[in-house]
């Protein structure tokens, strides 16, 4: 299982053997999710997941298929976070692959970013909620240093919160999604803008002026115009 879920964010498993948690290593995940994981805790990516891997910091950890930890490119400039893995993530290990996901594919497309090249996507908690609710403020707290530490190692100039739980499981802000999406926000040093969840979208389809899928449209134009402007393209 833990060859098999490095592979998906690039750590070779075959024929390389997959880098197993040591005695030693397991001892230093504080199973009490009060105790936070520093920053600089993990030298590399590929370090966190074998912590993710054995990760047991809360209940979620009990009926998980796979923890989900990241897909894309951990040297992109563009970080998404989502809320956490539903039944399709929870099965292939990766974030976003479900039916939000593919929305969300074709949300990037439409201003030509590649999530494999231009995006690194993670979640706020990497473990399934059951039934896919919300996750509880003491699953968030046990899972946060995780995400801030891929935040930490990915580096990336802007990050989207897609979503209530990730705007608020980061920022602590306490103003409604649809309230404060398209604004850019100052959050650790970097360009930061909440968005509506696709699964949000789903359930909004209208194309409207002022509807959901009207307004994600303006965020991403405005988005790729300040990726662009950050990377010297413009
Ligand atoms: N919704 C999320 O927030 N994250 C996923 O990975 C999938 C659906």
């Known amino acids: 299982m833990i060859d098999e879920q490095l592979s998906l964010f690039g750590v070779a498993a075959d024929p390389v053997p997959a880098p197993q948690p040591t005695a030693a290593q397991y001892q230093q995940i504080p199973l009490n999710p009060d105790v936070a994981i520093a920053p600089g805790t993990y030298a590399d990516l590929a ?3 074998t912590h993710c891997l054995a990760c047991q910091r809360c209940g979620l950890c009990e009926n998980r298929t796979h923890v989900v930890i990241s897909r894309g490119n951990p040297q ?3 970080m998404i976070i989502g809320e956490g893995p539903g039944q399709q993530e929870d099965e292939q ?11 969300l ?6 201003v030509q970013f590649d999530t494999e090249k231009d995006i690194y996507i993670a979640n706020v908690v990497k473990c399934r909620p059951p039934g896919n609710r919300d996750p509880l403020p003491a699953e968030v707290n046990a899972c946060r240093p995780y995400l801030l530490e891929q935040i930490r190692l990915v580096d990336p100039k802007i990050i989207l919160f897609t979503g ?3 705007y608020k499981a980061l920022t602590g802000g306490k103003q409604g999604i649809t309230k404060i999406r398209g604004q850019w926000l100052e959050w650790g040093g970097r360009h930061c803008m909440p968005i509506l969840h696709p699964a949000y979208l789903l359930r909004n389809p209208s194309r409207e002026k002022g509807k959901p899928k009207w307004l994600m449209w303006q965020d991403i134009q405005a988005i790729r115009t300040k990726y662009d402007q950050l990377r010297g393209a413009a």
Do not use: M, Y
């Open 76 to 78: 992109a400039d563009l």
């Open 164 to 166: 209530a739980t990730a």
């Open 47 to 49: 370090a966190l997941a």
């Open 93 to 103: 290990g990766k974030p976003f692959v479900g039916k939000s996901g593919q929305l």
């Open 105 to 110: 594919e074709k949300i990037l497309a439409s």
